[in-house]
């Protein structure tokens, strides 16, 4: 039966020139993963700038309301308020990009007279911590020594782990090594 059976090489033809058709179309269609993009998609990962949810970040809102707190005590006019809102401002700027964050505070510790909050800006973004001092290697590493007090009695108190203290302390070690 197979002998005798006529072949249509024409449609066949040309349903196959239609098939290629089709899929030459579609694939020239996908969006296609762009290295510079795939690059920016890993370097984000890596540059988490929560050091994997040890950190909080504001949102606009947030901060805006903090500064709204604030100014009910201090006065829409103090220095501190004015310094808030200009960072406020970069925030809305960044518009969620994360270039310009501002970071809460991480965990408290306890001392006889005071409770601190560890302000993450110091472990993530030294560059952006406002201090008296220029950011240098030297300078640097006193902040470690600090840091590195804070977090052996946060751990005491249970409000830090030892991985988390080991992720923050190599976070700031490459920041150092950045330094020098």
Not at 6 to 28: D, E, H, P, Q, V
Not at 31 to 52: C, I, K, M, R
Not at 75 to 92: F, N, Q, R, T
Not at 97 to 106: L, Q, R, T
Request: glycine share 4%; charged share 25%; hydrophobic share 40%.
């Amino acid at each position: 039966m197979l002998n005798h059976t006529k072949r249509n090489f024409t449609a066949t033809g040309i349903m196959c020139l239609m098939l290629m058709a089709a899929s030459t179309t579609a694939y020239g269609a996908a969006t296609a993963v762009q290295p510079a993009a795939w690059t920016q998609a890993v370097q984000n990962l890596v540059e988490d700038p929560t050091l994997g949810g040890i950190f909080e970040l504001y949102t606009s809102e947030e901060y805006e309301e903090s500064i709204n707190q604030i100014k009910k005590y201090m006065g829409a006019d103090h220095a501190d308020v004015k310094a808030m809102e200009a960072d406020l401002a970069k925030l809305k700027a960044d518009n969620g990009k994360g270039e310009f964050v501002i970071y809460k505070g991480a965990f408290t510790v306890s001392t006889e007279t005071t409770v601190i909050a560890f302000n993450p800006t110091i472990v993530m973004r030294p560059d952006l911590a406002k201090s008296a001092e220029e950011l240098t290697a030297e300078n640097y590493k006193k902040d470690i020594e600090e840091v590195t007090k804070l977090l052996d009695r946060a751990v005491k108190e249970k409000t830090v782990t030892l991985e988390q203290k080991d992720s923050i302390l190599k976070k700031m070690n490459e920041n150092l090594v950045n330094l020098s």
